[in-house]
T-cell receptor, first 113, second 112 residues
């Protein structure tokens, strides 16, 4: 069974631009969560989607948004990029039915210059 | 709010040594507990899990027991290998949500 895939793997953007990251979950998984990983703040939860609805949201500004499609694939968008948004963005998928284990993709490394 | 505290790293061991990485948590409910491992340049891999008190999770020689009385979930392995060198994260699921709260990670370096 294929794992969680994320595209692109690497991105370089300029301050003020926006970016869209994509995540395809494991087949059969309906929950997709996004995390930001930085050396200073560690791993922080961004949001979680289930059946195209956002179920949980972390403490990030409104510049960070996401969505989920009917095939469970998810995208996250960051608008008006700041230098501090440079991070590894990880997507994780789960069945979403009460088993809380999540399986992570390889991540997208975003660099903002 | 809920939180996870891990021992500071790096932890440096010789091959075949015994490994313990301490993890304690604070939670208002009864979270599920997890250990994840991250190799350089990769995402996180689920290593093991425990969903209720006294559960023991195990995988690839690693073990951890959910101790409600001490709010701990320490990771152990009897004999480490060079290939175990990685960063290990302890995590809990907050409430009945899919939000994972992670510890700061512990880097393990195993020398031949």
């Amino acid at each position: 069974k294929a794992g969680v895939t994320q595209t692109p793997r690497y991105l370089i953007k300029t301050r003020g631009q926006q970016v869209t990251l994509s995540c395809s979950p494991i087949s059969g998984h309906r929950s997709v969560s996004w995390y930001q990983q930085t050396p200073g703040q560690g791993l922080q939860f961004l949001f979680e989607y289930f059946s195209e609805t956002q179920r949980n949201k972390g403490n990030f500004p409104g510049r960070f948004s996401g969505r989920q499609f009917s095939n469970s694939r998810s995208e996250m968008n960051v608008s008006t990029l700041e230098l501090g948004d440079s991070a590894l963005y990880l997507c994780a998928s789960s069945f979403g039915d009460g088993s809380y284990e999540q399986y992570f993709g390889p991540g997208t490394r975003l660099t903002v210059t | 709010g809920d939180s996870v505290t891990q021992m500071e790293g790096p932890v440096t061991l010789s091959e075949e040594a015994f490994l313990t990485i301490n993890c304690t948590y604070t939670a208002t409910g009864y979270p599920s507990l997890f250990w994840y491992v991250q190799y350089p340049g990769e995402g996180l891999q689920l290593l093991l899990k425990a969903t209720k008190a006294d559960d023991k999770g195990s995988n690839k020689g690693f073990e951890a027991t959910y101790r409600k009385e001490t709010t701990s979930f320490h990771l152990e392995k009897g004999s480490v290998q060079v290939s175990d060198s990685a960063v290990y994260f302890c995590a809990l699921s907050e409430g009945s949500s899919y939000k994972l709260i992670f510890g700061s990670g512990t880097r393990l370096l195993v020398r031949p």
